[in-house]
């Protein structure tokens, strides 16, 4: 597997690694999905950078992001956040942005740091 999935307090952290399958990509969406944790999910970073080889083409990108319709019903907050640095990555995880099938408003960025700066501007106010 090359997926490390962790909680936060607030949202899920993805990490894809190596070369990632479309295996990994089902995976991380069940566990995430199907987690008593999910509902109350404010954002969900999905770091693609140290992803070296990835066998995924868009038509099973476009499977998952129709499943995360279903899903977008039981937590309308939940953001999702792509970090990427290839284009190739980056054009797959923009299939979360097409119309047809944009469960989940989404942003794209280039650093794990960014994306955790956009992220931190999104949590409630305590």
Known sequence: MALEIIWEPYGVYRRFYGAVTRHDLVRSVAEVHTSPQFDTLYYSINDLSSVTEIAI?????????????GA??????LIMVFVAHSEKLLSLAKIFSN???QSFPAQYFSTLEEARAFVSTRLPKT
């Open 57 to 69: 083409n868009a038509s099973a990108v476009e499977g998952v992001a129709t499943q995360a319709l």
């Open 72 to 77: 977008a019903l039981s937590n309308n907050r």
């Open 99 to 101: 119309p047809m099938y």
